[in-house]
């Protein structure tokens, strides 16, 4: 039997307790995840090379779990890797419209490619990084939200101090 393996791409800036809840659940259904980290855009608040350190701390607990950076096209990375199963998280309505729309022009562009969808738990369904960094900004706790040096990093970076 061949092994199970399968791409969880994000930009995970910063990555939070629901990426991390997503990728756990995944991992009981595959043998091996590689979480590739998107470059982003101008506006992400850490660099890909910080938001890469801070995942693969989260997840160096599991050895069937890599975390690589990534530029491009999310079918690049599939043809490159070799794999063509992607695990996405869903919190909303909204994000099920956007991830649909993208599976429709990555199927297009690499028709092998598989879509797992992976429903966020209700308790996390609120949690998204762009609102752990506006409480983060604001001085905010987000204890809950992020590991502690994610929250450490979030807090150098706005200038809060350590929480």
């Given amino acids: ?7 969880y791409p994000g930009t995970f ?4 307790f629901g ?16 979480v590739t980290v998107a470059e982003g855009s101008k506006n992400t608040l850490f660099g890909l090379d910080e938001r890469v350190a801070m995942f693969k701390t989260a997840v160096a ?33 909204s994000d099920y419209e956007h991830e649909w729309s993208m599976v429709g022009v990555n199927q297009i562009l690499f028709p092998k490619s598989e879509f797992v969808f992976l429903l966020a738990r209700p308790t996390m ?21 992020v590991l502690p040096e994610v929250a450490t990093a979030l807090a150098k970076r706005f200038g809060k101090g350590a929480p």
């Fill in 125 to 145: 369904a609120a949690v998204s990084s762009s609102l752990v960094r506006d409480v983060a900004r604001h001085g905010g706790d987000v204890s809950q939200f």
């Fill in 61 to 93: 607990h599991w050895n069937q779990c890599d975390v690589v950076p990534f530029t491009g096209l999310l079918v690049d990375e599939l043809h490159q890797s070799g794999v063509t199963t992607v695990v996405r998280g869903i919190r909303s309505v």
């Fill in 1 to 7: 039997m061949s092994e199970r393996h399968a791409l």
């Fill in 13 to 16: 800036d910063p990555v939070t």
């Fill in 19 to 34: 990426h991390i809840d997503i990728l756990e659940r995944a991992l009981r259904m595959f043998d091996r995840i590689t």
